[in-house]
């Protein structure tokens, strides 16, 4: 009989007659004619929302459907940070939900995701930054969330080899997430799926969605390279094409897609234990458990589809690597690569029912909806089954544009690449 849960047990066994009694991940799946719930995008958000949805609210006909592959998109193009750093009442208790989560998760899923608390940390350089920082701590912990101070004696006991004695921008503390961390990026979408799989959702893989079929102002279904599959609910979770497939419904999304490219290096010995991020440009440093140094910064400063950046990025990016940490300049680059990103007018997402009945919208995740994939898909799941929007989610509305009711962490406007 194939071996189906992870287990020492199962490693054993399955190590002891040659690993060939592991049960697929997920099922290939063909459409149905019809599903209660139809989830568009199979990435980390809408695999989250199906898992949710099979799990807390039982008995659903459910399907995902993914134009390409599982893993193919942003959830496995992301540098893999996850973090509740955040100020804002909207944001903070979303984020710190999606951290709780992310604790849970391997048990919750039986999937090693590899969630690795290693901590982020946020430098600044200027008094002004420091008591920006000094309030969001501030703001985090009145949420109950761990945030710790470090002046640039702790900064540098931790981090010694950053550039502290003749840079342009000294650096002079940072503000310390210990919960916050690294979560192995595919292995949230396979352990979802998988999971997802489980409690009998159908994967779509191969399968575009080309229109939303609307009759009497109500989706009903949409409509596919593989044909007609019809709907009680459609939820559109498709990260950086939201704009395109919210247009087959006739919906212009407050929304431009842009691309957001990482970089990886050779594998090096460890040297980096948590995340950083530089403070007086857009650069973020991690390193993987191969050894590989996962870095990124800006989105490429102009609206796109493709899954591909170009150089002044990459430029702009190496630059700020260097500022930081000289010694980067002696490393190899190994990969580097694209991903689109929904870039919402504030910064922050979407988590509502669309003007059409039957029809719901997950988006405008910007850089960082990776570390948001478990609260997102729990919220989703919960706005799709009951109507209303989960508590920690009740800000993410569509018409808080037009209200002027805006969640702008970083107070920068209507202006996409200072998210
Ligand atoms: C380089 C990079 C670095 C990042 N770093 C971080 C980070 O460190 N931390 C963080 O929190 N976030 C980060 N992000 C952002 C994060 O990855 C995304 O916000 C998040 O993954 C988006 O949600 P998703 O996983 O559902 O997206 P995706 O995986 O892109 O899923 C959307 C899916 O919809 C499918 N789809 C689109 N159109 C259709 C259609 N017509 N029919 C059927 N399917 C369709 C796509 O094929 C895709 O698989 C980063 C992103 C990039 C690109």
Same mark, same amino acid.
């Given at each position: 009989?194939?071996?189906?849960?992870?287990?020492?047990?199962?490693?054993?066994?399955?190590?002891?007659?040659?690993?060939?009694?592991?049960?697929?991940?997920?099922?290939?799946?063909?459409?149905?004619?019809?599903?209660?719930?139809?989830?568009?995008?199979?990435?980390?958000?809408?695999?989250?929302?199906?898992?949710?949805?099979?799990?807390?609210?039982?008995?659903?006909?459910?399907?995902?459907?993914?134009?390409?592959?599982?893993?193919?998109?942003?959830?496995?193009?992301?540098?893999?940070?996850?973090?509740?750093?955040?100020?804002?009442?909207?944001?903070?208790?979303?984020?710190?939900?999606?951290?709780?989560?992310?604790?849970?998760?391997?048990?919750?899923?039986?999937?090693?995701?590899?969630?690795?608390?290693?901590?982020?940390?946020?430098?600044?350089?200027?008094?002004?930054?420091?008591?920006?920082?000094?309030?969001?701590?501030?703001?985090?912990?009145?949420?109950?969330?761990?945030?710790?101070?470090?002046?640039?004696?702790?900064?540098?006991?931790?981090?010694?080899?950053?550039?502290?004695?003749?840079?342009?921008?000294?650096?002079? +503390?940072?503000? !310390?997430? =210990? %919960?916050? *961390?690294? /979560? #192995?990026?595919?292995?949230?979408?396979? &352990?979802?799926?998988?999971?997802?799989?489980?409690?009998?959702?159908?994967?779509?893989?191969?399968?575009?969605?080309?229109?939303?079929?609307?009759?009497?102002?109500?989706?009903?279904?949409?409509?596919?390279?593989?044909?007609?599959?019809?709907?009680?609910?459609?939820?559109?979770?498709?990260?950086?094409?939201?704009?395109?497939?919210?247009?087959?419904?006739?919906?212009?999304?407050?929304?431009?897609?842009?691309?957001?490219?990482?970089?990886?290096?050779?594998?090096?010995?460890?040297?980096?234990?948590?995340?950083?991020?530089?403070?007086?440009?857009?650069?973020?440093?991690?390193?993987?458990?191969?050894?590989?140094?996962?870095?990124?910064?800006?989105?490429?400063?102009?609206?796109?589809?493709?899954?591909?950046?170009?150089?002044?990025?990459?430029?702009?990016?190496?630059?700020? +690597?260097?500022? !930081?940490? =000289? %010694?980067? *300049?002696? /490393? #190899?680059?190994?990969?580097?690569?694209? &991903?689109?990103?929904?870039?919402?007018?504030?910064?922050?997402?979407?988590?509502?029912?669309?003007?059409?009945?039957?029809?719901?919208?997950?988006?405008?995740?910007?850089?960082?909806?990776?570390?948001?994939?478990?609260?997102?898909?729990?919220?989703?799941?919960?706005?799709?089954?009951?109507?209303?929007?989960?508590?920690?989610?009740?800000?993410?509305?569509?018409?808080?544009?037009?209200?002027?009711?805006?969640?702008?962490?970083?107070?920068?406007?209507?202006?996409?690449?200072?998210?």
């Amino acid at each position: 009989m194939p071996t189906d849960r992870y287990s020492l047990f199962s490693l054993l066994r399955e190590g002891l007659r040659g690993n060939t009694g592991w049960k697929a991940a997920w099922r290939k799946a063909a459409p149905a004619p019809a599903y209660d719930y139809v989830i568009v995008g199979g990435g980390g958000h809408g695999l989250a929302t199906a898992y949710y949805l099979a799990r807390r609210y039982g008995g659903l006909r459910i399907a995902v459907v993914e134009k390409g592959w599982i893993g193919g998109g942003n959830v496995g193009r992301n540098t893999t940070i996850v973090r509740s750093n955040y100020l804002l009442p909207g944001n903070e208790p979303f984020y710190e939900c999606s951290m709780k989560l992310w604790e849970g998760l391997e048990q919750d899923i039986n999937y090693n995701a590899m969630v690795s608390q290693r901590g982020v940390l946020n430098l600044f350089h200027n008094d002004a930054q420091r008591n920006a920082y000094i309030r969001r701590g501030n703001g985090m912990r009145l949420h109950g969330v761990d945030a710790e101070l470090l002046d640039a004696t702790a900064v540098r006991e931790k981090l010694p080899f950053l550039n502290f004695d003749d840079a342009r921008f000294p650096i002079r +503390g940072g503000l !310390l997430q =210990p %919960r916050g *961390g690294t /979560v #192995r990026h595919d292995a949230v979408a396979w &352990g979802y799926a998988r999971a997802a799989d489980r409690l009998g959702v159908d994967i779509i893989e191969n399968c575009e969605v080309t229109g939303i079929r609307i009759e009497r102002g109500r989706a009903v279904g949409v409509e596919t390279s593989r044909g007609f599959v019809g709907a009680g609910k459609v939820g559109l979770a498709c990260a950086g094409n939201s704009s395109r497939v919210a247009a087959m419904a006739g919906l212009r999304l407050p929304i431009e897609s842009h691309v957001l490219q990482a970089f990886v290096s050779e594998g090096l010995k460890p040297f980096i234990d948590c995340v950083v991020t530089f403070g007086a440009g857009h650069f973020y440093i991690s390193q993987s458990d191969k050894g590989g140094l996962v870095f990124g910064g800006d989105i490429d400063g102009y609206n796109s589809y493709a899954q591909r950046g170009n150089l002044p990025v990459i430029e702009d990016v190496c630059e700020g +690597g260097m500022a !930081l940490m =000289p %010694r980067i *300049g002696r /490393v #190899r680059l190994l990969r580097h690569w694209g &991903g689109l990103m929904d870039m919402s007018m504030d910064g922050s997402p979407i988590i509502d029912r669309t003007p059409v009945d039957g029809l719901y919208l997950n988006a405008g995740w910007c850089y960082g909806g990776f570390k948001a994939t478990p609260a997102s898909g729990l919220c989703f799941a919960h706005l799709l089954a009951r109507d209303e929007p989960h508590p920690v989610a009740t800000a993410y509305r569509l018409d808080r544009f037009a209200r002027g009711a805006v969640i702008d962490e970083k107070g920068m406007g209507a202006q996409p690449n200072l998210h």
